[in-house]
């Protein structure tokens, strides 16, 4: 088996573009090779910030050659009385390269099996490989030259080998060869002679085109520096990976800022650092931090200083600015900036932060009281949740909002509890990191997120495939795992219906709203239980109780009798309209009156479990009732009653989940 490379080569790349392209690319070949029946054990792509590498390992030669089988016309067409070919009968043959005797009849067609000898893969490779590359999508592409296809940045060299030899390909306006580049500041012009040097020939050149590799010399180089200082590191996947991406062959420079800088809340040094900067913040063993932090730098040599000098005076103008900021801010108490927020608009028609802030603090209280829960620091947490929003700290640092808040509330001599719930009413910050731990978090956060939400769809914008407006996607899913993390018990259907009645304009979108939820709360739970056991738990207004609705989806998941499905959907497809009271005395047939009394014994006591085990076990009465009642009888008062009875027991089922969706 063979071994086949493409490296395209390009001006630097974004960083956010290089992991779609190494999974696109990863996928068209993948496509590429099976469509075309070409064997191939694996698809291995990898990049840096200038190129871009496919190597295919354990490739065939060629396709396979295959026999099919070609329909032609109907028989009495191909052939004439005296079984000679008419002039359709050769025209089909000679098309498929047969002879006369090679074709067949079979339902009165004429068939005829072709050998078709399987391409070579070069040539598949010349034919595909550039309409793959074209394929590629991603932000900001544009035009390069007097190019008419458009890419991330522009092209610079090509290669392309099939074992020992140049496949040659032409991917936009740039011809293969079998010649690619070092980094930047090493050698050129490398000569590639097969695909299995071309990996070590590179790493010669300073570049480690593995991004893997190249992550985990990140890691490594890092925590030497931090060992040399008794230091640990807290490095963000996002972050990591951003720093793989932007460069070829990572070297780590451990560099100081004055400590004075440590006097301003934690969270903005480290944001300056890794956001802006892209730095990897150093701590203590106990998670304070330390003014010290390491910089990988693309870099070939052994002279730093410079380095450490250029990074030091990016970092002091930034960190100067903040430590102004938070002096300037400090000067009055939190509360101070409440007013402010009057002159910040949340949302076109619906009012103010500060008028946001209103609603907050109206809902806050109605959770509260929903939970029973009475703590005048629910109130104060909602007070002031938004008044970092006017501070300079939060303008210059947005994304730090509810942090500075925390931190300005200690300041301002605000309880410990207060200063948490106004950090953690943002949480869950994303899909992945965690929930609100006070309870003054947890009740501000789902105030303030159900209003957000309310208002996004009160004002006509609700989001659709390509829209977030507000972000209300991530707000409906930190409710819902806020209210299940902490086993919330909280109607979210009134909650809805208070948060429109609060907002300045009215609109009718309160079942839209409830929609959104489920869908969102399918979708979030899509990956431990079944889709339609999802659905069919969803149909008994989840947002009423999330929790039970969980609780439901668990029962339900952990089976449910066939005989009780058949039962429980025979049940459902009768009964098409409401129907009124059982009257006993209308009872016409013994089995009547035993599912009557069978129904009585169903009684929910707080274990979906031991409820759906209680309708098991009226099984056979059910079943009797069907086998011996004629449901639809002549008198009318029987039959209504008939259709009572079932009724009831529709109700049974029906508080566990629609079984027709099972």
């Not at 509260?368 to 620091?377: D, I, R, Y």
């Not at 707080?606 to 059910?622: C, E, H, M, Q, T």
Request: hydrophobic content about 40%; aromatic content about 8%; overall charge negative.
């Amino acid at each position: 088996m063979s071994k086949y490379l493409l490296e395209v080569g390009v001006e630097e790349l974004p960083y956010k573009f290089i992991p779609m392209a190494i999974s696109q690319l990863k996928s068209g070949f993948e496509t590429f090779l099976n469509d075309n029946n070409v064997e191939y054990k694996n698809v291995n792509v990898m990049a840096t910030p200038r190129r871009l590498a496919v190597i295919v390992d354990g490739i065939s030669a060629s396709q396979p050659d295959s026999k099919k089988i070609v329909k032609g016309p109907i028989a009495k067409v191909a052939f004439d009385e005296n079984n000679n070919l008419t002039k359709a009968g050769e025209g089909f043959a000679n098309k498929n390269g047969v002879g006369a005797d090679e074709l067949y009849i079979e339902d009165n067609y004429v068939y005829a099996k072709i050998f078709v000898k399987g391409k070579n893969t070069k040539d598949l490779l010349k034919e595909n490989v550039p309409v793959i590359f074209s394929k590629l999508q991603g932000p900001h592409f544009m035009r390069w030259g007097n190019n008419d296809v458009k890419f991330s940045r522009p092209i610079r060299w090509v290669l392309s080998i099939f074992d020992g030899e140049e496949v040659k390909i032409k991917i936009i306006d740039k011809e293969s060869s079998n010649v690619t580049n070092g980094h930047r500041f090493s050698k050129q012009n490398i000569v590639i002679n097969n695909p299995d040097e071309y990996v070590s020939k590179l790493r010669e050149a300073y570049v480690i085109v593995n991004q893997d590799e190249r992550k985990e010399r990140i890691l490594e180089l890092t925590k030497k520096e931090a060992d040399k200082l008794n230091a640990i590191t807290n490095i963000s996947d996002d972050l990591l990976e951003e720093v793989t991406f932007i460069c070829e062959y990572p070297v780590a420079v451990t560099c100081s800022f004055d400590e004075e800088f440590l006097t301003i809340p934690q969270e903005v040094a480290v944001t300056v650092m890794e956001t802006h900067q892209r730095y990897f913040a150093l701590y203590t063993k106990e998670g304070k931090l330390i003014n010290k932090f390491v910089t990988i730098t693309n870099y070939i040599g052994d002279e730093f200083e410079n380095i450490k000098a250029g990074n030091l005076r990016v970092i002091k103008a930034r960190l100067d600015d903040a430590v102004f900021f938070f002096k300037e801010d400090t000067k009055k108490p939190l509360e101070a900036y409440v007013e402010n927020l009057k002159g910040m608009t949340f949302q076109k028609g619906m009012g103010s932060v500060y008028d946001k802030t209103q609603r907050i603090i109206k809902l806050s209280e109605n959770i509260a009281a929903e939970l029973q829960v009475s703590k005048p620091s629910i109130k104060r947490t909602a007070e002031l949740c938004k008044a970092d929003l006017a501070t300079n700290l939060v303008f210059e640092f947005t994304e730090l909002q509810g942090f500075i808040g925390a931190d300005y509330a200690r300041v301002s001599g605000e309880s410990p509890e207060v200063a948490a719930g106004i950090k953690e009413h943002y949480f869950p910050l994303n899909a992945d990191s965690e929930t609100a731990k006070s309870i003054e978090g947890q009740v501000v956060g789902i105030a303030d997120k159900i209003d957000t939400i309310c208002a996004v769809f009160a004002a006509g914008k609700k989001p659709t495939g390509s829209s977030d407006p507000l972000g209300v996607r991530r707000a409906a899913l930190g409710i819902i795992k806020t209210v299940l993390e902490h086993n919330l018990k909280l109607n979210l259907s009134d909650l809805i219906g208070r948060a429109l009645e609060y907002l300045p304009v009215k609109a009718d979108v309160k079942s839209d709203i409830e929609e959104f939820f489920v869908q969102r709360l399918i979708i979030f739970l899509n990956g431990e239980y079944s889709k339609n056991v999802l659905e069919a738990c969803a149909e008994i207004n989840p947002t009423n109780d999330l929790c039970d609705y969980v609780k439901r989806v668990k029962a339900v998941s952990a089976g449910i009798d066939e005989k009780l499905l058949e039962n429980a959907n025979r049940v459902m497809r009768i009964l098409k309209d409401k129907t009124g009271d059982v009257n006993p005395a209308l009872f016409a047939l013994p089995a009547e009156k035993e599912l009557y009394e069978a129904v009585k014994t169903v009684e929910f006591k707080g274990d979906y479990n031991d409820y759906i085990n209680s309708l098991d076990k009226i099984n056979p009465v059910v079943t009797k009732f069907f086998d011996d009642v004629l449901v639809m009888d002549k008198d009318e008062n029987i039959k209504n009653n008939r259709l009572a009875l079932l009724n009831s027991l529709k109700n049974k089922y029906i508080m566990v989940a629609d079984f027709q969706k099972l």
